[in-house]
């Protein structure tokens, strides 16, 4: 199997079929007993099995097997595939990272008759690197992959809160690692986040829309799509900011949306930023976490006189910045030290420590949010100090790299 030839025999399948012949192709070359792979949920929490296209059942919740304490949530976490081998006459089965930029996709799963040799891994890591491409060419051609992220049924507001989100939640790039983590309020609150990257910088916003349900989500949709006409239209931030703040006057039925915008550029490591009546963002900096204190200017939508101020953000290699709405602060969770936590999770991917922030929160609200908890992780290298962690394919050919257990994943 190459990789050019996985990718080709995809294609040449229906989108929704497109993981079904890459499966029966590396079966087949691998004498495998069984290939699968399974998609994260919305949530990050859990993951689900796609079977084969014609065993697929849209109408009903997919089944859902929850990560916490698995093995897939090692291999998620850790980025490296592992080899589970029970010794003469078991089959040996290997989870790998279907990951793409830092977003964590899915996993593939198979089970082997003999253990893989580094040839063998070289070939799944290989076919587990180009599933993501599959799977980010072909979900918006069916809703066969938006099914399996569903657990459980969304509401309208929900459905529609997911639809302002990036497509990819996480994303790396060598002066940077990004990620965002939303966990709706059992009223979905209004809140979204966004990020784009171009030649020169890369953009991210946090928003949080008054009200719930409905009427919020299609506040933050008008928000979030002024935002993005501006910003693609090459506006810089204070535009960016008065055309969102327009839009919000003029068609928001006197709704107001807060937010941060911030801006780095990727030549210098220039920092601006925006504070529209939202909470202040926090910096990890040398295992210290404090409160970045900035100007405050009115929120989006706002109908008494006001101006947008860029301000200049302090960001240097090594730093950790966390953006968060005001649901990561809720009364229910005073018993949880924010700061701690983000201390706790420094060493961390910024897509898992996002996830652990918003689990510690949603535990001490006893599952269920008053309102939307958001938060934007962002690990700040430089432009001199730049690295890479996403590209799980070349660890896959190193023998030492696939950790071996003996250990089974719940699910089976």
């Known amino acids: 199997m190459t990789l050019a030839g996985t990718l080709a025999a995809a294609e040449a399948a229906a989108p929704v079929e497109s993981l079904d012949v890459v499966a029966r192709m590396l079966k087949e070359h691998l004498g495998a007993a069984s290939v699968s792979f399974l998609i994260t949920d919305f949530t990050g929490s859990s993951v689900v ?3 084969a296209a014609g065993s697929v059942e849209t109408d009903e919740p997919a089944r859902r097997i929850t990560l916490r304490g698995t093995l897939y949530d090692d291999v998620i976490r850790t980025q490296r595939p592992s080899v589970e081998d029970e010794g003469e006459g078991a089959l040996v089965r290997i989870v790998a990272p279907v990951t793409n930029r830092g977003d964590a996709i899915g996993l593939l799963e198979l089970f082997l008759p003999v253990a893989p040799d580094a040839e063998v891994m070289r070939e799944v890591g ?40 990036p497509a990819s939640l996480a994303c790396e790039a060598a002066q940077f690692a990004v990620a965002g983590a939303l966990e709706p309020a059992d009223h979905v609150g209004g809140d979204t986040f966004d990020y784009a990257v171009d030649r020169d910088t890369v953009q991210l916003s946090v928003t949080d829309a008054m009200g719930h349900d409905v009427d919020a989500a299609l506040l933050a949709t008008l928000l979030v799509g002024a935002l993005r006409r501006a910003r693609r239209a090459g506006a810089d931030l204070v535009e960016q900011g008065r055309q969102a ?25 220039t920092t601006e930023f925006i504070n529209a009546g939202h909470p202040w963002p926090l910096l990890m900096r040398d295992g210290q976490v404090r409160e970045i204190t900035p100007k405050i200017d009115a929120p989006f939508g706002f109908h008494a006189p006001h101006r947008y101020r860029v301000q200049s953000l302090d960001l240097r290699p090594g730093d950790r910045l966390v ?20 201390v706790r999770t420094r060493a961390l991917h910024p897509r898992e420590a996002a996830r652990t922030l918003i689990t510690a929160v949603l535990d001490a609200n006893h599952g269920h949010l008053q309102d939307d908890a958001t938060v934007m992780c962002l690990d700040w290298h430089g432009v001199g100090h730049s690295r890479r962690d996403a590209d799980t394919g070349a660890d896959l050919t190193d023998a030492s790299a696939p950790s071996r257990t003996k250990r089974a994943a719940p699910g089976q």
């Not at 690197?129 to 992959?145: P, Q, W």
């Not at 039925?253 to 911030?262: I, S």
Request: no cysteine; charged share 25%.
């Open 323 to 342: 953006m968060l709405t005001d649901g990561m602060l809720e009364r229910n969770a005073h018993s949880l030290d924010l700061s701690d936590r983000i």
């Open 245 to 269: 703040d327009q839009a919000v006057r003029e068609h928001g039925r006197h709704g107001f949306v807060t937010g941060q915008l911030l801006r780095i550029s990727l030549i210098d490591g």
């Open 126 to 165: 290989e076919t587990a690197h180009a599933l993501a491409y599959i799977v980010i060419a072909n979900r918006s051609f069916t809703d066969v992959y938006q099914w399996g992220r569903r657990t459980v049924p969304l509401s309208l507001a929900a459905e529609i809160q997911h639809r302002l989100l």
């Open 49 to 51: 099995r796609m079977g």
